[in-house]
């Protein structure tokens, strides 16, 4: 499937990924800890409810609350410096492929220097911050989020399945939301771009000629015809607004409904002795957080897609060759 | 107070936006009725955890858990029309500004025509959909942020005063976290920019130069200097992601050790018999929207500064006099 999806300029890209993978390894297990954190956190909050409120256990409030601070705090510590030293990281890596990329330059003899000067600076500036995202971020992400779905289910499973597979019920509504809409944003975004530049064209030309216009007496003639231009760029971005609007909506709809639901299902369980009531507190706390992660890997998976033309322009640069002294030039070492 | 942080040009935008009133007032209706469902949830939610689950009280379930989801329906369908609408409605100024600012272009006499087109296509352009904001969203959208505030201190006074008194101790960190950080934000950003920009123009510099430097075998001095300013750039970089990482995950912090503090407190007055346990539950959600307001309420008074530049550029074109058919250019009708 991979094979298919990523064009071989993406598959190269991953390959010299590998380079930066030792540091990414660190952030990653900074990542893990935050997630065994978060793992423990509602079972901690499920004791806290029906073990000793329920219980009026006043021996272990205090060492319980304790835990569950420390747990918040270690979480919030972790994931601050997790994602410091990720997007420090991607500094360290676009300063590392200018260098490379400007040596390439300074060593490729002249012949194959054909490019414009605006489009080498663009390809070692705006382009490598795009590219050092592919390289250190894109993939720990992907597994992360994988990975927080992963614990997410875990916990929903284990304090009650049939609580769990009712959740999971909503999982394609959700994604056909995501993907119904964001279709329909990303038609109704063009055709607003293109109403727009078509105000852009039309105000540019009248107000250039706005003295010939007036000379002739056309004023209520152009003003009309801007008038008809408008209003269609307005319907369009209403168009626009309106996708926007159903996607975010949309999205919390799903798990913002959930929750009288999972309380009415969980309610008569709890009524009926089946289920504790720290559970369905516990449980409830969870389950908003199965649509984060599922938000987030589509969006990844859609950028992924540009990584194509983004790591064509790389390796055309960095694929140049070398000007020898004998004045041979050699073919790039990783020429395929 | 209003007198001395707004300029005049401000000011002057903000009688100039009467002209919508009506609108904006009927999109406010949407955004109150919001208000007053989400007012009644969090009873719902105690009422439902206390007299229903608590008392096994059945046959009041169904009709709980119905209210709850039209409660939740409601609000969210409520919530999407009055995002539409402002939205649709910001488009429908610009449209109407853009008209009236070309017609005034159309009639001024060419005498007072003397800005750049480019200039006057970004006044009629970029510089209104700013204005625009200004014009319907900004008020607003500030008013329901301290209506939003008003609604969540209430409900958590109604519910528990010490309890919210403590929450209330928090902001205080919650404004200075907010405030140091978006400063150091502002600064580190400005020197990122700084850097990148020297690091852009050097790079041009020996980029267009590489002939040359190769001819006097400069190589590895240009390539070192270059190294030296990327390295500066990338140490600004991460002062900059430091900034934001400190401000993101400090607000986060800060709603984040609420919940163990309010849970061990109130769990003590749960033990004690003076508090329900739904109360907490319910009391604890609420109290997460107490930031939230907050921090946009602040972000719009910072928008509110950029307003008098954008005012000045619109009233610019806005005031220009008309050319009358006798040759004679009168005043603008509303000149100071």
Same mark, same amino acid.
């Given at each position: 499937m991979i094979?298919?999806?990523?064009?071989?300029?993406?598959?190269?890209?991953?390959?010299?990924?590998?380079?930066?993978?030792?540091? $990414?390894?660190?952030?990653?297990a900074f990542f893990l800890s935050v997630e065994i954190l978060l793992l423990i956190q509602p079972f901690v909050l499920r004791y806290l409810i029906d073990d000793v409120m329920m219980q009026s256990n006043f021996s272990l409030l205090l060492p319980i609350i304790m835990?569950?601070?420390? !747990? $918040? =705090?270690?979480?919030?510590? !972790?994931?601050?410096?997790?994602?410091?030293?990720?997007?420090?990281?991607?500094? &360290?890596v676009i300063k590392n492929e200018q260098l490379i990329l400007y040596e390439k330059l300074q060593k490729a003899p002249p012949i194959f220097l054909n490019f414009k000067i605006g489009d080498i600076l663009a390809r070692l500036t705006s382009d490598l911050?795009?590219?050092?995202?592919?390289?250190?971020?894109?993939?720990p992400s992907i597994i992360i989020n994988i990975i927080q779905f992963g614990r997410v289910s875990l916990i929903l499973f284990l304090f009650n399945w049939p609580l769990a597979l009712l959740t999971y019920a909503t999982i394609p509504i959700y994604f056909w939301i995501l993907k119904h809409f964001k279709t329909k944003l990303m038609e109704t975004s063009k055709e607003e771009r293109?109403?727009?530049?078509?105000?852009? %064209?039309?105000?540019? %030309?009248?107000? %250039?000629? $706005?003295?010939?216009? @007036?000379?002739?007496?056309?004023?209520?003639?152009?003003?009309?015809?801007l008038k008809v231009e408008i209003k269609e760029w307005s319907e369009n971005k209403k168009q626009y607004v309106w996708s926007e609007v159903s996607l975010n909506r949309g999205l919390i709809f799903i798990s913002a409904i959930m929750t009288p639901i999972i309380l009415g299902f969980g309610g008569y369980? $709890?009524? @009926?002795? =089946?289920?504790?009531?720290?559970?369905?507190?516990?449980?409830?706390g969870v389950s908003q957080g199965l649509y984060g992660p599922l938000n987030l890997i589509?969006?990844?998976?859609?950028?992924?897609?540009?990584?194509?033309?983004?790591?064509?322009?790389?390796?055309?640069?960095?694929?140049?060759?070398?000007?020898?002294?004998?004045? =041979?030039?050699? !073919?790039?070492?990783?020429? &395929?």
């Open positions: 094979s298919n999806f990523f064009s071989s300029n993406t598959k190269r890209l991953f390959k010299y990924s590998k380079k930066y993978q030792k540091k $990414v390894r660190n952030i990653f835990l569950y601070l420390l !747990l $918040v =705090i270690g979480h919030i510590t !972790l994931n601050f410096f997790a994602n410091y030293y990720i997007m420090s990281y991607g500094a &360290d911050e795009y590219i050092s995202n592919f390289l250190v971020m894109t993939k293109k109403g727009y530049s078509k105000v852009m %064209e039309s105000l540019r %030309e009248k107000i %250039e000629n $706005v003295n010939t216009i @007036k000379l002739y007496k056309k004023e209520e003639f152009f003003q009309q015809k369980m $709890v009524m @009926k002795g =089946i289920l504790t009531l720290g559970t369905l507190i516990a449980f409830l589509s969006g990844q998976l859609a950028t992924l897609q540009q990584a194509d033309t983004l790591s064509q322009r790389f390796f055309e640069i960095f694929d140049l060759p070398e000007e020898e002294s004998e004045g =041979i030039y050699s !073919l790039p070492k990783n020429y &395929d």
